[in-house]
């Protein structure tokens, strides 16, 4: 039988390390993500995924022993990493946009087109999202693509409930207005930007 979410929280709590390496299994692909959405780098996202794991374990005491999920402690720690990387990431993105292009030899392998694809559509998020505040673009991504409700992604941020939904309702329309200043012919004969999209996308209502 799995341990319940608030056993699984005290445990952590009083340093159980087979507790703590149960919490890594769940949710070590979340924070990895989560990460990478916020920062666009596959490196980065690795790093920030460790930090935060490691960061968990040094703060543990501060876990209550109620409370459901440690999901949203955690990608609130990882949130924080996420912003204190993209500056670095930002650094090393000039860098390299300076430097002179590799010859890129074709290869047409079913993996080589599928990350083509993830970067090509990673790049898309990021240019959309980088015409977000920072607290807009974090509240989005904890609520889009996390899939924390709202009570969750106020837990994560430190912040009360209507102040994330009054950021992710900002962060919509601000998608939605810039989907319709990017607007091409093929977009108008039915074709979603990214912006579009990504303002489109479902979030989950508080937990009842």
């Known amino acids: 039988m799995r341990d319940s979410e608030d056993d699984v929280r005290?445990?952590?709590?009083?340093?159980?390390r087979e507790a703590f390496a149960l919490l890594y299994e769940q949710f070590a692909r979340a924070v990895y993500n989560h990460g990478l959405r916020l920062t666009g780098d596959w490196s980065t996202a690795e790093e920030i995924m460790s930090d935060t794991f490691l960061t968990a374990w040094r703060i543990r005491l501060r876990v209550?022993?109620?409370?459901g999920s440690l999901l949203p402690w955690l990608l609130g720690i990882a949130t924080h990493k996420a912003d204190n990387a993209r500056r670095g990431v930002r650094r090393r993105q000039l860098f390299l946009a300076r430097q002179p292009q590799p010859r890129v030899e074709e290869d047409f392998a079913p993996r080589t087109i599928g990350r083509i694809d993830d970067a090509r559509y990673l790049r898309a998020v990021q240019t959309a999202l980088g015409r977000l505040r920072r607290q807009e673009r974090e509240v989005l991504a904890l609520c889009v693509w996390s899939g924390l409700d709202y009570q969750q992604t106020a837990e994560a941020l430190g912040i009360a409930v209507g102040t994330v939904r009054s950021r992710?309702?900002?962060a919509r329309k601000k998608l939605a207005h810039l989907a319709e200043e990017d607007r091409e012919p093929p977009a108008a004969r039915g074709e979603m930007t990214s912006a579009a999209a990504i303002a489109a996308l479902p979030v989950r209502e508080e937990l009842t």
């Open 10 to 16: 005290r445990r952590v709590r009083e340093g159980d």
């Open 64 to 67: 209550q022993e109620d409370g």
């Open 168 to 170: 992710l309702s900002r």
